[in-house]
């Protein structure tokens, strides 16, 4: 079975403080993806992470994809209260055909 | 724009009884996937179908709950008997394909109470 693990698992934090979100596993994934989540709403895609090592960028978010491909990161630069949300990494492994989600971030940013 | 529709959004019932939940997924999009969402448990995945066949539902109790597709613009999930644990918020989804870099779009959801 393949775990995602992500930390923390809740965070609060003040209006234009970064924060770091980290998805875990001991197994590899061709891809990974990050979903955010607002209340009363359906997961919603940010991006998609394929080569180990990658980085993305949106806007004050940047995605990283472990070298080995069985992590992944979340960074939020200058946090608004728009980015409020529960944060889901989810990853798709070699030879599976659905994806495994991991259990979340709950980020809470105060103005 | 596109959209995957959910209905109900809400659903309180009583322990024993049956729930039917129903999906639309976005015209064209050829696989569905039925999730459940709880604190303790996060998402889950409890089923999923391409091209309206089911691939996978060994995330789903056999004994009372049931998938189908009996078109291609719906989905239903069903449970019966409905059980206090069962309460939950239910999403579906639907997909392109089944590339692991396939983005889902996930539909409002069914929150589901069962007292």
């Known amino acids: 079975t393949q775990l995602l693990e992500q930390s923390p698992q809740f965070l609060s934090i003040q209006e234009g403080e970064n924060l770091t979100v980290y998805c875990n596993s001991s197994?590899?994934?061709?891809?990974l993806q990050w979903y955010r989540q607002e209340p009363g709403e359906g997961p919603v895609l940010l991006v998609t992470v394929v080569t180990g090592g990658e980085v993305k960028k949106l806007k004050r978010l940047t995605f990283q994809f472990g070298d080995a491909r069985k992590d992944s990161s979340l960074h939020i630069t200058a946090a608004q209260p728009g980015d409020t949300g529960l944060y889901l990494c989810?990853?798709?492994?070699?030879?599976?055909?659905?994806?495994?989600f991991g259990s979340g971030t709950r980020l809470q940013v105060q103005p | 724009d596109a959209r995957v529709t959910q209905t109900p959004r809400h659903k309180v019932t009583e322990m024993g009884q049956e729930v039917t939940m129903r999906c639309q997924p976005i015209?064209?999009?050829?696989?569905v996937f039925w999730y459940r969402q709880t604190m303790m448990q996060g998402l889950e995945l409890l089923a999923y179908?391409?091209?309206?066949?089911?691939?996978?539902d060994s995330g789903m109790p056999k004994d009372r709950f049931s998938a189908e597709m009996p078109d291609a613009t719906l989905a239903t999930l069903k449970i019966q008997p409905s059980e206090p644990r069962d309460s939950a918020v239910y999403f579906c989804a639907s997909a392109l394909g089944l590339a692991g870099n396939d983005e889902q779009y996930f539909g409002p959801g069914t929150r589901l109470t069962v007292t």
């Open positions: 197994s590899v994934f061709s891809s």
């Open positions: 015209l064209g999009h050829n696989t």
């Open positions: 989810a990853g798709a492994g070699a030879g599976r055909r659905a994806l495994t």
């Open positions: 179908f391409r091209n309206r066949a089911p691939l996978d």
